[in-house]
């Protein structure tokens, strides 16, 4: 039996390796390990470790006038300026990619079958990780301890089989956090900002509405960048538009900051 892998394995054996892919950095070409998919032989007692029978990179492809998203076998590198999968990918995207790439790839596979188990490698060890199911205590942030750019790609990777409750739709992104005992669920961009100069020297989860941008923007654990808020959710409560929750919670502190814990 045969199986199609979203990730070149050995790198991210289990259940979420695109969700770990971005988290790590992978997605965004930080780690130098491409995003990819490999169709492999299923293994008797070893979950994702049989002979590999073919792998795809996926890569970007930049032309002058647009950028194309194509699996790198679709087109010729000499023609093109090959480069890992675009950044700030979320997992809906990056699931879409992949599953194309992948699929194109079994047929490829299964019209070769004979040829490509004669030449199928066994895994190394080498580059071997595990990519353990992401749940909802994966999304609980510690302000303290993650960068802007971290706090962004855990976000990005958040939905679906993650933090994204049953109840909402699945292209809707959730992180927590809790501000004055009362539990948050909050909606980022995917990209980090520039710190505001106000949040320089504040604690890590400060938060506070930037005047010129109008942007909700919090504080990690780095002085360089921060995370924009867009909607904000108390528990049980609502979606409103984050700048309206902090008009709310801002009440009566002016010019004070607010810290998420």
Same mark, same amino acid.
């Given at each position: 039996? %045969?199986?199609?892998?979203?990730?070149? %394995?050995?790198?991210?054996?289990?259940?979420?390796?695109?969700?770990?892919?971005?988290?790590?950095?992978?997605?965004?070409?930080?780690?130098?390990?491409?995003?990819?998919?490999?169709?492999?032989?299923?293994? +008797?007692?070893?979950?994702?470790?049989?002979?590999?029978?073919?792998?795809?990179?996926?890569?970007?492809? +930049?032309?002058?006038?647009? /950028?194309?998203?194509?699996?790198?076998?679709?087109?010729?590198?000499?023609?093109? /300026?090959?480069?890992?999968?675009?950044? *700030?990918?979320?997992?809906?995207?990056?699931?879409? %990619?992949?599953?194309?790439?992948?699929?194109?790839?079994?047929?490829?596979?299964?019209?070769? %079958?004979?040829? *490509?188990?004669?030449?199928?490698?066994?895994?190394?060890?080498?580059?071997?990780?595990?990519?353990?199911?992401?749940?909802?205590?994966?999304?609980?942030?510690?302000?303290? !301890? $993650?960068?802007?750019?971290?706090?962004?790609?855990l976000h990005e990777a958040s939905v679906i089989r993650c933090v994204v409750l049953t109840l909402y739709s699945p292209s809707q992104y959730t992180v927590w956090t809790t501000v004055?005992?009362?539990?948050?669920?909050?909606?980022?961009?995917?990209?980090?900002?520039?710190?505001?100069?106000?949040?320089? /020297?504040?604690?890590?989860?400060?938060?506070?509405?930037?005047?010129?941008?109008?942007?909700?923007?919090?504080?990690?654990?780095?002085?360089?960048?921060?995370?924009?808020?867009?909607?904000?959710?108390?528990?049980?409560?609502?979606?409103?538009?984050?700048?309206?929750?902090?008009? $709310?919670? !801002?009440? $009566?502190?002016? $010019?004070?900051?607010?810290l998420l814990e």
């Amino acid at each position: 039996a %045969l199986n199609v892998h979203p990730s070149l %394995l050995p790198r991210w054996r289990g259940a979420a390796p695109m969700q770990r892919g971005i988290v790590a950095g992978d997605a965004d070409g930080l780690t130098g390990e491409p995003m990819g998919v490999t169709v492999q032989e299923l293994s +008797r007692g070893k979950f994702d470790r049989g002979r590999i029978l073919a792998q795809q990179l996926v890569v970007r492809l +930049r032309l002058s006038l647009f /950028d194309m998203v194509l699996p790198l076998s679709s087109l010729t590198r000499a023609l093109f /300026d090959a480069q890992d999968v675009p950044p *700030h990918l979320d997992f809906l995207a990056l699931e879409s %990619l992949l599953a194309r790439a992948g699929g194109d790839l079994l047929v490829s596979v299964l019209r070769a %079958l004979e040829a *490509h188990q004669a030449r199928a490698q066994p895994q190394g060890e080498e580059r071997a990780c595990l990519a353990p199911k992401l749940d909802k205590s994966c999304a609980r942030i510690n302000w303290a !301890s $993650g960068t802007a750019a971290e706090v962004c790609r855990l976000h990005e990777a958040s939905v679906i089989r993650c933090v994204v409750l049953t109840l909402y739709s699945p292209s809707q992104y959730t992180v927590w956090t809790t501000v004055a005992d009362t539990q948050l669920q909050l909606r980022l961009s995917p990209r980090p900002v520039p710190l505001p100069a106000r949040l320089a /020297d504040a604690p890590s989860g400060s938060i506070a509405l930037e005047p010129a941008s109008k942007q909700l923007v919090v504080r990690c654990s780095d002085s360089v960048e921060g995370v924009v808020a867009t909607e904000v959710k108390k528990e049980g409560g609502k979606w409103v538009e984050a700048r309206a929750w902090w008009n $709310g919670a !801002s009440a $009566g502190r002016k $010019g004070a900051l607010l810290l998420l814990e």
